[in-house]
C-alpha cells in the first residue's frame, strides 16, 4: 500500500538502506541546535556598560588633553610676512619663476621648546589628493624599474608625474639669536625624516652598482618645473641623492586632505646651546622663496613643534572623548531613568 | 526554455499536414519526424559556457557589472582599477554558473529516466518493449492502466466499455481531472488495453511545447528588493550628480588655478570635466548595489533550504520521507505565510474510516476504562479487541472495548440486531478471491467501515445478488431476501432496507442522519432517544461522523400493497420522483431505533494542534474540499477549525447569485453590524490593482460554502463579496469544489490581498491550486506525486507544516531581513564616506580607501560574519517558536524588512559613515606620528577609515546577532584577523616588489598602526557608531517592547528550569448542540446494486464494477474517496442536480482536434 516515493534527494544518494535509510543526520549543525551564547540588550549590561564607557573615556580624554597640552607648537604663516611680500609678487609672474629670491622671517620664542624640536612646512589649499594627481605618478619608476614616461622631446622625465612635478621647493635657514652671543645656525638633521619602508624600500634609484646616479639617470629629462636634475637634489650626501632623497619621498607622500604640512627637518641636538631643545630667544628664517602658491590662494607656512607618544598639539581627541564622555553619560542616566520607570518591574515584558 | 523556442523559430514554416502510415517505420522515417527524446536540459559541455553567459549578463545585475567594468577601462573616467570589478563579477558568474551547471545536470538525468521508460510497441507483429525515446511517429503503441504518456497519441482502441479511456492531463494544462476520450469507431474493436498511435514526438509534443509557460515563483523580499534597487540607482545618480556639480564648481573656481601643478587633458573644460567625474563616482559609488547582494541571497535561500531538508523533525518514519525543499528561492516567504489553503482528504485526513463507537439500545461502547472507572486515552498501546472468533475477520479492524465483544457472545437480541443491520443496509459489493478472504468494495469509506465492524463483531456480509443479501451470522450463513433498497440522497439523509429473513420476517432497516430518523421514530423509543441522543451528542463533540440505526418489522400484507404502489410508481413517466419519495416517507415510519454509530475519519496525525498553533500565529486557514457540506463541516470540527466557542459559523449554499449574495452580506452585517455597506476599504496599487484591507471584526467566525455558490461567489461581480467576507472569518470551508476554483479561489485571495499564501495538497487535484498558491506544498505519501512534483516544498505529514511555518519559515524570514538590513548598511555606510570625502579632495573622485580594500570589503571581510548570522541566527530555539507561536506575526506584516526598515538603514548609514569619515578626518589632521614622520597622508588616512570602517561594522554585525555559535565567533574574528592578515600581506615589501604599481600601499600599515592615536581614533568610532544604536535598542526594549523581546525575556528568566513542553492535550468538547452526520454517500448506488448491472463482468477480475466508478483504481478505503470525483457516476445518477453542478465543470469534455 505505502509506495515510497522516488524523490531526487538534492542530488545525493546516500548509500544507506533500510526503512530509516533517509532519514536526516542527527547532527547538532543540521538540526539548528548548535550551542550558542544569545546575548541580549538587559539593563545588567547595558547600563554598567554605558557608566563604565562614560568613565574610560572621561579618563582617556583627561589624560590626552594633558599630554596635548603638554606640547609647544609654533606656527608662522610666511606667504606675505616679513620681507617675504617682495617673493610673493615676484612668484605671480611665472616668467620670474627661474630667478632666485629669498626672504626673512624675525620671530620671538618666549619659552624654551624643550626636546626634539620638529621643523615642519605647511600648504594651504594644495589639493595632493586629487585623482588625476595620483594616478600620474608611477611607483614602478621610483623604484628603479623603468623610464617609459616620455616628455615631447622623446625623453622619459625622471620622476615623472605632476607629484614630483609640483615638489615643494622653498629652503630654510633657520638662525638663534641669543641674548648673549653671537647668532648660531640652528642645526637640522634633513635626512632620516622619511618613512623607512619609504627609503629603503619604496623608493629606488635605477641600478647603480658600477654606475654614478649620473650614468643612472643618463637619458632622462628632469621634470619640467624642476630647477635641477633628480641626481643633484642633495650635492653633499649621494645617498641622499635621485629617487632616495628624503625631501622628495616625503613630498611624494600625498597628504590625504589639501591642509597639511611636512617634516622639513629636526633639531640636532648635539651642541649646545641647542641640547634641551631650542632655547627661548630670537628667531631668524632665511627662506629661499622658490614655491608659487598664489595660484591657487594657498598659504604657506612653517611649524615648530616638540611631539609626545600622542603625536603633534591636536586637540581634537581629547576633546572629542571628552565630549563622547559626556554624552554617553547623559545616556546612560536616560537609560537608567527610562529603565528604572518602565522596563524594571518587567510589566511591559508581560503579554 | 528558450531552447524550444528556438526550435520552433528554426522550423521554416508552420506543419500544414503530416503524412504517416501507422507502424510503416520505414515510411515515416522518410519524413524525417522528430524523434521522441524529450529534452528539457539548456546546455551541453560545448554550448555551456556561451550560453550560460550569455544568459547571465541579461540579469540586470550583471549587465551593470559589465557596464562599470567597461567604464573602468575607460582611462579618462576610470576611478578604481580593473580588478575591483572583476574580481567579484568573475566569481559571481562562477557561482552562478557552477550552480547553473548542477541544475543541468539534475535535469539531465531526469530527461534520462523520462526517456528510458518502456513501453509496448508493436513492431513486426509482435509487442515489444521499447524506451519511450525510440518511439517512432506512426508505431503502434500499446498502454495499460496508469501508465505514463510521453507523446502525443492517437486513440486507436480501449479495453473500456465504448472504447473509452481516462486520461489526466495534470502536466499538459494543471487541469487535473481526468479527461474521456473515445477511439474512433473504426479502429474500436481491433484489441484489448488500450492500443495508441504516436503522432507527435519529442519536443513537437503538446507537453513540451506548453511547458515553457511554468512561472517562475518569487518571494515579496525579492519584488522589494527590485523596488530598492532602482530607487538605490535614483539615489546613486542623485549622489554622482551632486558630486558632479561639485566638481564642476570646483574646477572653476580652484580646479582653472591648480592647472599650473597639475595641467587639464587638451580641451577639458570643467563641464567636461564634471561629466567625466559623474561616471567616475558612478564607478566609485557602485557598492551601494553590490553585486554580492544576490549571491549572498541565493546562498542564503539554499542554506535555509537545506536545513528544512536536514530537518529530523519533519522526517516521517513510517513512509521514510524527509521533508524536503524542492524550490531555494522562497524560504523567507515561509515567515510570512497568511493564508493556508489545504485540502481535506489525504492532508487533513487520513481518508481512514474507522467504526470508533456505537450506542447500542442506550449503552455506549468504545470507550476504554481503567478499575477506578477513569476514561482512558486511547493509543497505540491500548489493547485490542481479540477477534480470533471469527475466522472472517478483518485483521486490520481495531476496536478496544471488550464488553462489545462480550455482549455479541453473549447474544444480546438488540446488539445483534444492530450488527445485522449494518451487515444489510449497505450497498457495499463483497469480493471473494479466495475462501475466507474477503474484500469489500465500498462507494463511500464510511459504510466500508461500518460494514466491516459488523464482520468483525460477527455478522459477516458475504455476497450480494440483486435481489439477496448473504451474510455469516456468527458462523451461520444466511441468506435475506433483498426486497427493496430506500436509496440514499442528499434530502432524505437516510437509506433503509427491506429484506425477508430466512425465517420468512419482514424487516425495514433503516440507517440516516440522527435528526432524521429521530423524527421517524416510534413514540415507545422516547426513552432510548433520550439517552442514544446524549451519546450522539458526545460523539460530535468528539468530531466523530455519527449516524442512527433503526428498524422495524413489517407486516407481509402491508408490504405486499406498498410493494405494488412502489413498482406502480417506479415505471410512471412524470413526477416519478415525488412519488417514490412519498412512498418511502409513508413505509419509514414509527420505526424503533436501535443505536448510532460514531465513525472516525481518522486524521492525519496532530492536526488540530497544527491548526490551533497556526491559528494562534494569526494565520487563516481554508480547507478547500470536494467532500459534501456535513463531511467537510464535521472535518472542520474535529480537526479544531471549527470550534464550539466561535461566535457563528456561517452556512452560505444558495442556489442562485442573489441568495449567495444575500447569505454574503448577511454574514457581514452580523459580523460588522455598524458597517457602511457601501464603503469598501480598498486601496489602489498601481495599474488600477485593488487591495482590500484586513476588517476587524469582534470575535471568531467561520464561514463553510458550497460549491455552486461558490461558483457564483467567484464571479466577477461578487467576488469582493466573498473575499471580504471571508477574510473576516477565522476559518472558511469551501466544499464541493472542483481543482479548477481550488485555484481560483487562491488567485482570488492573491489578488485582492496583499497577503503570502501557501496551499498544501496531497492530490492530482490540489496542483492548480499549488501552483497557483505563492507557495505549494505537497503531501508526499499515498496518493501518487502530482502534488509533490509541483509543489516548492513537500513532506509527509500535514503535522510538519507548523515547523515548516512558525520554524524554518520564520527563522528564514528573520535572516533574511537581518541580513539585507545589516548588508545595505555595511554598504551603504561603505559608500557613503567616499561621497563625504568627495568634498575634501576637489571632487576628483578620489576613493578613501585602498583599491584592494574595495575589492575584497565585500567578498572577504565581511561576507562570512554576515553570511553566519544568516545561516545561523535564531532569536528563540523551536521549542519556544512553537510555545509562543505570536511570533509569526510580525513577519506577516513585513515587520523586519520593509522600505520604512530600509530607509532607517539608510539614515543610520548616513551616521555612521559621517562618524568614520569625519572623526578621522579632525583626528589625522595635521598630526604627525610620535617620531614626527607622516601620518596623515593620503595612504595612512586610507588604512585608518577602512579599519574603523571594518571595526565599525563588524561591532555592528555582533550587536545584530542574537546567536553566537563557535562559527558565527570564528567567522567574525576570523575575519578580522583576516583583514588584518591580508591588509599587512598587501603592504609588505614583498607584493610591491612583485608589482609595484599594484601595491602601492607598502609600509603603511606598520608605519601608522603602531601610532597610539590611530588606535585611539578607532576605538573612538567604535563608539560613537555603537552607542546610539544600543541606546535606541535599548530604550525600545524598555518602552516598547516587541513580541520578540517579550520572548527572548521569557526565555531568559526560564533558562533556570528547562522550556516548557508543547502543549501536547487532546482537545475534547462536551458540549454540543450539533449533529454529528456526515455520511459521504452518494446517490444512485442502490439503483445500480439491485439492478445487477455490476454483474455482467466476470466478479474475479480485479477492477470491476465499483473500481471503475471510483477515483482510483481499488475501491474500498484508504485509497477511494468520496464519489464526488467518480468520472462514470454521473449518467447513473443524473437525477441529483443539486450536486452534480460542480460536477459538470469538471468533467467537461474537450473536442481533441486529433479526433
Known sequence: ?351 | MSFFGMDCLRKKERELERKLRANDREYNLTFKYATNAIKTSKYNPFTFLPLNLFEQFQRIANAYFLFLLVLQVIPQISSLSWFTTVVPLVLVLTVTAAKDATDDINRHRSDNQVNNRKVQVLIDRKLQSKKWMDVQVGDIIRLENNQFVTADLLLLSSSEPLNLVYIETAELDGETNLKVRQALTVTGDLGEDSEKLADFNGPETKLMQNCGKTTFKRTSIDRLMNVLVLCIFGFLAFMCTILAIGNFFWEVNEGSQFMVFLPRQDGNNAAFSAFLTFWSYVIILNTVVPISLYVSVEIIRLGNSFYIDWDRKMYFARYNTPAEARTTTLNEELGQIKYVFSDKTGTLTQNIMTFNKCSINGKSYGDVYDYTGQRLEITEHTETVDFSFNPLADPRFMFHDHSLVEAVKLEDPEVHNFFRLLALCHTVMAEEKKEGELFYQAQSPDEGALVTAARNFGFVFRSRTPDSVSIVEMGEQRSYELLAILDFNNVRKRMSVIVRSPEGKLCLYCKGADTIIYERLHQSCSKLMDVTTEHLNEFAGEGLRTLALAYKNLDEEYFNQWKQRHHEASTELDNQESKLEELYEEIEKDLLLLGATAIEDKLQDGVPQTIEQLSKANIKIWVLTGDKQETAENIGYSCNLLREEMNDVFIVSGNSPEDVREELRNARTSMKPVEDSMFVPERTLGKGVKLIADELVNGEYGLVINGHSLAYALEGSMELEFLRTACMCKSVICCRVTPLQKAQVVELVKKYKQAVTLAIGDGANDVSMIKAAHIGVGISGQEGMQAVLSSDYSFAQFRFLQRLLLVHGRWSYLRMCKFLRYFFYKNFTFTFVHFWYGFFCGFSAQTVYDEWFITLYNLMYTALPVLGMSLFDQDVNDVWSFQYPQLYIPGQLNLYFSRKAFFKCALHSCYSSMVLFFIPYLAMHNTVRDDGKDVADYQSFALLTQTCLLFAVTIQLALEMSYWTAVNTFFVLGSLAMYFAVTFTMYSNGMFLMLPSAFPFIGTARNSLNQPNIWLTILLTSILCVLPVVTYRFLFIQLYPTINDKVMFKVRQAKATPAPPPLRTRIRRTSSRRSGYAFSHAQGYGNLVTSGRFLRRPALSGSSGFGNIGRTTTGFSPMGRSAGYSPTGRPQNAKVQDVEVTSLQMYRTIKDPAF
Open chain 1, 1 to 351: 500500500m505505502v509506495d515510497v516515493p522516488e524523490v531526487p534527494l538534492m542530488g545525493k544518494v546516500k548509500g544507506k538502506s533500510g526503512p530509516l535509510a533517509r532519514r536526516p543526520d542527527n547532527s547538532a549543525f543540521k538540526q539548528q541546535r548548535l550551542p550558542a551564547w544569545s546575548p541580549m540588550l538587559t539593563a545588567n549590561t547595558v547600563l554598567p556598560f554605558f557608566y563604565l564607557m562614560s568613565l574610560i573615556c572621561m579618563l582617556l580624554g583627561v589624560w590626552l588633553l594633558l599630554t596635548v597640552q603638554s606640547t609647544q607648537e609654533i606656527k608662522l604663516d610666511y606667504t606675505e610676512a616679513g620681507t617675504c611680500d617682495i617673493c610673493f609678487e615676484k612668484r605671480k609672474n611665472s616668467s620670474n619663476a627661474a630667478q632666485p629670491c629669498s626672504c626673512t622671517l624675525v620671530f620671538p620664542i618666549k619659552k624654551a621648546l624643550k626636546g626634539d624640536v620638529f621643523f615642519y612646512y605647511g600648504l594651504q589649499n594644495f589639493h595632493q589628493n586629487l585623482r588625476r594627481y595620483m594616478d600620474s605618478r608611477d611607483d614602478g619608476q621610483m623604484v628603479g624599474r623603468k623610464k617609459n614616461l616620455k616628455d615631447q622631446n622623446g625623453l622619459p622625465i625622471a620622476p615623472c608625474g605632476a607629484v614630483a612635478n609640483s615638489i615643494f621647493n622653498d629652503s630654510f635657514i633657520l638662525t638663534y639669536h641669543g641674548s648673549s652671543g653671537p647668532s648660531v645656525l640652528v642645526p637640522l638633521l634633513r635626512k632620516g625624516i622619511a618613512w623607512y619602508t619609504d627609503k629603503n624600500v619604496k623608493y629606488r634609484n635605477p641600478n647603480n652598482d658600477n654606475m654614478t646616479l649620473v650614468q643612472a639617470f643618463e637619458g632622462t629629462a628632469q621634470p619640467l618645473y624642476w630647477q635641477k636634475p633628480v641626481y643633484e637634489l642633495d650635492p653633499l650626501d649621494p645617498t641622499n641623492n635621485g629617487f632616495i632623497n628624503d625631501d622628495l619621498i616625503i613630498w611624494m607622500r600625498e597628504a590625504a586632505f589639501p591642509n597639511f604640512k611636512k617634516l622639513y627637518g629636526v633639531l640636532y641636538r648635539a651642541n649646545q646651546p641647542f641640547t634641551k631643545g631650542l632655547p627661548a630667544g630670537n628667531y631668524t628664517i632665511n627662506i629661499s622663496y622658490n614655491f608659487p602658491v598664489q595660484y591657487f590662494q594657498g598659504r604657506k607656512e612653517v611649524v615648530l613643534t616638540t611631539l609626545t607618544w600622542f603625536g603633534g598639539q591636536n586637540h581634537f581627541l581629547p576633546v572629542a572623548y571628552l565630549v563622547t564622555s559626556c554624552l554617553t553619560l547623559l545616556m546612560a542616566v536616560i537609560l537608567t531613568v527610562a529603565w528604572w520607570k518602565f522596563g524594571k518591574n518587567g510589566k511591559r515584558m508581560e503579554e
